[in-house]
């Protein structure tokens, strides 16, 4: 399974994107699939996540009621749609893949996808 990453850009302070990550390769179905960014000078930080089937979701606090986690099996593809974009939300967003439940650490991933950058102006 590869991961492809795309969909960020430039966007003002309280904008949205919809950040789309591709798989390919067999498999993809059975995975849970996470996002996590990395801002400049910071570590890279666990966003969302979501269940094989779609079931259970799980979002970390500072994007609670902004960023919603999504897939579509049958285009092999999980989504990221982030509204009311705000300065802190700049950073390269990665999508990553891993078996069994969610995770909320990066270790936890065992493949990853390249970045895509957000960059959000005030």
């Known amino acids: 399974v590869q991961l492809q990453a795309s969909g960020g850009g430039l966007v003002q302070v309280g904008g949205s994107l919809r950040l789309s990550c591709a798989a390919s390769?067999?498999?993809?179905?059975?995975?849970?699939m996470g996002w996590f960014r990395q801002a400049p000078g910071k570590e890279r930080e666990f966003v969302a996540a979501?269940?094989?089937?779609?079931?259970?979701?799980y979002n970390t606090d500072s994007v609670k009621g902004r960023f919603t986690i999504s897939r579509d099996n049958a285009k092999n593809t999980v989504y990221l749609q982030m509204n009311s974009l705000k300065p802190e939300d700049t950073a390269v967003y990665y999508c990553?893949?891993?078996?069994?439940?969610?995770?909320?650490?990066?270790?936890?991933?065992?493949?990853w996808g390249q970045g895509t950058l957000v960059t959000v102006s005030s």
């Open positions: 390769g067999r498999t993809y179905t059975n995975r849970v």
């Open positions: 990553a893949a891993r078996w069994n439940g969610i995770a909320t650490t990066q270790s936890e991933y065992d493949l």
């Open positions: 979501i269940t094989w089937n779609g079931g259970s979701t």
